[in-house]
């Protein structure tokens, strides 16, 4: 191990070692000049520290986009069965490649692909009033229930469901 002085600067928020350093020790994800910090700091041999750029105030409206195999069947789903809206679609046509849902303040699109999905590496969280019902139309409606409805260690009541392209749909709703 090596050791890093903590005195590298205000503006370092974060150690790096090419992008894995901040996922092995994540309490290091902190501001350097809150004073509950350790002065000193051991890195693994062979991680370096890099100093970061906040660069945070230039982001903003975040969203996923799910690379689909069948954009209109995906829109049938998200649209028609879940209720998201339409916000924007890429070309605005009868057959778009690209759309902009929004559901409550959440944010989505869809993006048709012709290569193989990739469901396994995203999953959605959606909350409902009532998960056994919200749960039950989805499968009336021939959606495949993943899960169950649950009550989870946390509290809340969870089913999950797949959607067109097998990406898990969440149904969540607060325990009560």
């Not at 290569?115 to 590496?121: F, L, N, P, R």
Request: glycine share 10%; proline share 6%; net charge negative.
């Amino acid at each position: 191990m090596r050791r890093l002085d903590a005195a590298l600067g205000s503006a370092v928020f974060v150690l790096a070692a090419p992008g894995v350093v901040a996922g092995l020790i994540p309490w290091l994800l902190t501001d350097w000049r809150s004073s509950d910090f350790p002065a000193l700091v051991e890195l693994p041999a062979g991680l370096r520290a890099a100093r970061l750029v906040a660069v945070a105030s230039r982001f903003r409206d975040a969203f996923p986009i799910l690379l689909v195999s069948d954009l209109g069947r995906s829109l049938d789903f998200y649209r028609d069965l879940l209720g998201f809206t339409v916000r924007y679609s890429f070309p605005d046509d009868d057959d778009p490649q690209f759309v902009s849902l929004a559901i409550d303040g959440g944010k989505l699109a869809l993006g048709a692909t012709d290569q193989a999905v990739q469901s396994a590496s995203a999953s959605i969280w959606l909350y409902v009033d009532d998960v056994d019902g919200a749960v039950a139309d989805l499968r009336d409606a021939g959606v495949r229930v993943v899960a169950e409805p649950a009550d989870q260690p946390w509290g809340e009541r969870v089913a999950s469901v797949a959607d067109p392209d097998g990406y898990v749909v969440h149904v969540g709703a607060p325990g009560g």
